[in-house]
């Protein structure tokens, strides 16, 4: 599963969605889906918007945690 940070950032700075649209002009649709962890895509500019906005890595934006997969097969 990806985890997405902005959220933390957001708050680490005090702004909100109409601030970092502003800044970075990106869509606040944009914003607010990866601020909800509920987007399934993300280019590669948004990233790198976000990235210079809060002069931070990809990692500290993302983070990668493994989770158990479920074996929905019966009897393994």
């Known amino acids: 599963m990806i985890r997405c940070h902005l959220s933390r950032l957001m708050g ?3 702004m909100k ?10 869509h606040r649709n944009t ?5 909800n962890e509920t987007a399934t895509r993300v ?3 948004t990233i790198d918007r ?3 906005l ?3 890595s ?4 993302f983070e990668f945690i493994e989770t158990e ?3 929905t097969s019966k009897g393994h």
């Open 50 to 52: 976000l990235c210079r």
């Open 43 to 45: 280019d590669l500019e």
């Open 12 to 14: 680490e700075h005090k």
């Open 58 to 61: 990809v990692s500290d934006l």
């Open 69 to 71: 997969s479920k074996d």
């Open 54 to 56: 809060f002069r931070c």
């Open 31 to 35: 914003i607010t889906l990866l601020y």
């Open 17 to 26: 969605v109409v601030d970092v649209a502003r800044e970075t002009d990106l």
